[in-house]
């Protein structure tokens, strides 16, 4: 009841089955050895809705599902239910799946929702505004940063 029919997530969860995601990842989990691991399909539908929110702070997406219902409900997290903290989504994303894991689930969820007709790349709209910068090309200095940017 608290999740709109028309809501994002209410339309993948009708459309998109997400079991293919255990299938690709099952060699990346021991059967035996180490703690309880997050459920794939909840940690890959967590990044899905990083991805398609804008949400790019794994920070941030923890606190955006800890209090928005519709994220909640799309995960099958209840009201009271722990979310998984923000150092387990990167820890995953940068150790558990190597190479292209992320990706390979990406392209299949765009594939089938394409195939559901909930994507159809017919139209690409871009904001083109142009504005005027308050520069002065005549005055500036040159600095090298000794340090390399943080890639999230």
């Given at each position: ?10 339309l ?11 299938d ?11 703690r309880?691991s997050?459920?794939?399909?909840r ?6 809705i990083?991805y398609?929110?804008g ?17 909640r409900?799309f ?7 722990p979310?998984?903290h923000h150092?387990?989504?990167s820890?995953?994303?940068h150790h558990?799946?190597p190479?292209s ?5 990406f ?16 139209l690409?709209a871009?904001?083109s505004?142009h504005?005027?910068?308050s520069?002065n ?15 999230i």
């Amino acid at each position: 009841m608290l999740v709109p029919d028309n809501h994002l997530v209410r339309l993948l969860q009708r459309h998109i089955d997400f079991s293919f995601i255990t299938d690709k990842v099952k060699d990346y989990y021991h059967p035996t050895h180490g703690r309880p691991s997050i459920d794939p399909i909840r940690l890959f539908k967590m990044m899905l809705i990083g991805y398609l929110f804008g949400v790019r702070s794994e920070r941030q997406l923890e606190q955006d599902i800890i209090v928005n219902n519709a994220y909640r409900w799309f995960l099958g997290l209840s009201l009271s239910d722990p979310v998984p903290h923000h150092s387990t989504i990167s820890w995953n994303r940068h150790h558990r799946f190597p190479g292209s894991v992320f990706q390979d689930v990406f392209d299949e969820v765009v594939l089938l929702a394409i195939s559901h007709r909930m994507v159809a790349g017919r139209l690409l709209a871009t904001d083109s505004t142009h504005m005027q910068a308050s520069a002065n090309i005549n005055k500036y200095t040159m600095q090298e940063s000794p340090k390399r940017p943080l890639l999230i």
